[in-house]
Structures are given as C-alpha cells and as structure tokens.
C-alpha cells in the first residue's frame, strides 16, 4: 500500500464525519426556512348598532354617542368591525324595519345574522332630568346569548358621556371580551388634584399643630412660635 493510500485510508473517518455534519446542518437550516410562519389569532367580527334613545335623549344624540363607543372598538385593535354607514346600508338592502336603533335580543340576533358577525354591541341611553343612564350589552350572535352587560349613571352635562364614559365602557367591554386591560381614558391630571388636596391638608393640619390655641385665665390666645435663636 502507497504512502497516499495509507493516509487517505487514515483519514477517511474525519472525511465521512466532516460530511456527515455537513449535510446534518444544511438539513437543519432547510426545516428552519421551510417552518411555517406562526398565524395570527382571528379577529372577532363586530358591529355596533345605534344606540336606541329613550326620554330626554333625541336619536341623533344617541347615534353620536354610538360613533363614540364604536371609535374605541376600533382603536383598541382587537376586532374586525363593520362600519356603521355599511351597517345601516346592508340593513336597509335585506329591508330589516329596525335599522335605526335596536335594543331586544331577538332584534339583535336577527341584524347580527344579516351583517354575519359573531358579536354584536347595543345599547339604550336615557335621561330623566339631569340623570343619564347608559345600558349597553354583547350579544353573541350563534347562541343569541347576552355575554355582558355594563351600565352607568351620569349626573351632569352629556358632553361627559362622549369624552369619557362611554369611551371607557367600550374599552372595559372589549378587554374583558380579548381577556386584557385597556387603559382608561380622560383624567390623566386628576391625581394632581388629589396630591394639591393632600398638601392642602396636610399644610393645614401643620398650621393647626404650630397655632394651637393656649388657655389663659380670662381668655384664649394663641401660642406664638419661639424665637429663632440670636447667631454667634
């Protein structure tokens, strides 16, 4: 046997080993780029519908605040959501008499059929005097059961109902169905109120520690503080 026959004989393990790990990593990089790309979930399909408006409230207040509470829907992500404009076409096209406002269940179940969504948000808004109450529900389309139910009374002007109530009941409503917390919107200074509330008492309780009130015969005066101490 030659001197070059002995050595390619020697050196045949490192060669079939070399090739081995070769062919093992090209094997292993192709499964990596052939690896399916993981799908995103699927979106809910959603509509609102408008809001049905009761005593003190006109349908035009009412379908406004529906506008409000269907931008936070939208906004959060979560959904896939039907305009409201192709809402109101799509019902009026299949001529669903309700088209302007519904608030039973069966109604609800029967426009969501029509729309074909899995989820559908109503709601009524009233007021009695300078009371409003919010109801606003979720219905699932395939069961034409009432997943949630929110409600909210609000004292005041209904310019507080389109900036934050019904904003926050969206969000409270869509994290609750997607299982997380969307953050809460308006009153970002309040917690300055609270803190200049605190200073204030806690100011004020200091004031009323230093002028504590001395009893003298005759009267009542008030302790003054001691004199700062005369410098060196």
Request: hydrophobic share 40%; aromatic share 6%; glycine share 10%.
């Amino acid at each position: 046997m030659t001197l070059m026959s002995r050595t390619i004989q020697a050196a045949r393990p490192a060669i079939v080993a070399y090739l081995t790990c070769i062919l093992t990593l090209g094997t292993f990089a192709q499964q990596r780029t052939q690896r399916p790309q993981a799908t995103p979930p699927k979106k809910l399909n959603v509509a609102v519908l408008d809001f049905d408006a009761r005593g003190g409230l006109s349908k035009e207040e009412a379908a406004t605040l529906s506008d409000a509470f269907q931008t936070e829907i939208v906004s959060v992500g979560e959904f896939t959501v039907v305009d409201r404009q192709r809402i109101r076409q799509i019902l009026q096209e299949q001529g669903f008499q309700q088209s302007e406002a519904c608030s039973q269940v069966e109604c609800i179940v029967e426009a969501g059929k029509i729309l074909k969504v899995e989820r559908m948000f109503a709601g009524t808004i009233g007021k009695v005097g300078s009371l409003f109450n919010v109801n606003i529900q979720v219905i699932d389309i395939a069961t034409a059961q009432i997943i949630s139910n929110k409600s909210r009374q609000h004292r005041g002007d209904i310019e507080d109902l389109l900036s934050e109530i019904i904003p926050n009941m969206a969000r409270q409503m869509a994290g609750e169905m997607v299982g997380k917390q969307f953050d809460a919107v308006g009153g970002g200074g309040g917690w300055l109120w609270y803190a200049a509330g605190a200073v204030v008492l806690g100011g004020g309780a200091a004031a009323a520690i230093l002028l504590k009130p001395k009893k003298e015969e005759g009267g009542t005066s008030v302790e003054a503080l001691p004199p700062s101490p005369d410098l060196p």
